[in-house]
């Protein structure tokens, strides 16, 4: 079992070609959704900050 | 037709089918994955790294989807002065360019053990760097200007000029020696590759086209959540 899988990882003796292609694209598209998601997160919040602090001041405006 | 290049509308479309493009690129990269990491065998010539072939080529695929995608959503914003063309080109712009990087890392490693070198100035290759560029280029030129509709004609005029590139990739190939091989899936006499790699090939495609949607509606609403952010402000400025 574990000289299959070490022959897995070994890739033929390419390992050090394959895996970085893999991790490499890996990284890339998870830190492109980490920080896609994050962003989005981040404007949603900031709008909503904005209507309150607006409603805010309407309702100030009103009873002022 | 005209009534869903508002972004509203076009959100109501795509919010609901944002979970399905997510679970679908899951599932198809991780298939695309086990198919083409343990099922599919070595190559006669190529050994183990024809493996790389399976996240080099879809990404490949991509860049250049991504950019002809990129291309029309400009075209029709310049054309008919809607929004949501500009915000899905700029949505799309940086997973392009993600893409873009991956296949020219992953064929730099795909070529160092079969060419014997990481880079060569041949057609394919420098048509594929400038297609990098030009995904830089529309990132830089989308937000260099204080008013943002004035960046978004620049840099759509920049995809429009860029497309030319699209089917000089393409083509690179088989007009110029070149190193590279040439296409064995999108050919007119039908795909030149076994079915057991031809598989993973098309699913991982389909995991990184799902994988595109998602990621570009998430970044389109990011990209409307900003422009009202900006409107806002701006009302706040005016009273």
Request: glycine letters at 8%.
């Amino acid at each position: 079992m574990i000289g299959a899988l070490g022959e897995f990882f070994a890739m033929g003796g390419y390992a050090q070609y394959v895996w970085p292609a893999y991790l490499i694209a890996a990284a890339i598209l998870a830190v492109l959704t980490g920080l896609s998601l994050r962003d989005l997160r981040h404007q949603e919040a900031t709008l909503l900050a904005l209507r309150r602090q607006r409603r805010g001041a309407a309702v100030d405006e009103a009873q002022g | 037709m005209h009534k869903y290049a508002n972004p509203n509308q076009f959100l109501r479309i795509a919010n609901p089918i944002l979970p399905w493009c997510a679970w679908l690129a899951g599932l198809a990269i991780a298939a695309g994955l086990y198919l083409g990491l343990v099922q599919a065998p070595a190559d006669y010539q190529q050994g183990e790294t024809v493996r790389i072939m399976y996240v080099h080529v879809p990404s490949a695929w991509m860049a250049l989807f991504v950019y002809t995608n990129m291309a029309i959503a400009s075209a029709t914003a310049i054309i008919w002065r809607h929004p949501l063309g500009f915000l899905i080109a700029k949505a799309s712009a940086p997973i392009g360019a993600c893409f873009t990087f991956i296949s020219l890392a992953t064929g730099s490693l795909w070529g160092k053990p079969m060419w014997g070198t990481w880079w060569v100035w041949d057609a394919r290759l420098t048509s594929v760097l400038i297609l990098f560029f030009l995904y830089i280029g529309y990132i830089a030129l989308v937000d260099a200007f204080d008013d943002p509709t004035r960046g978004q004609r620049a840099a759509s005029i920049l995809a429009l000029v860029g497309a030319v590139n699209v089917p000089i990739i393409h083509y690179s190939v088989e007009w110029w020696n070149t190193l590279h091989q040439p296409a064995s899936v999108a050919r007119m006499d039908g795909p030149a590759i076994h079915s057991s790699m031809l598989w993973p090939l098309l699913i991982m495609a389909i995991g990184f086209t799902a994988l595109y949607f998602a990621l570009m509606v998430v970044r389109l609403r990011g990209e409307i959540a900003a422009m009202k952010v900006r409107n806002v402000r701006l009302g706040q400025v005016q009273a």
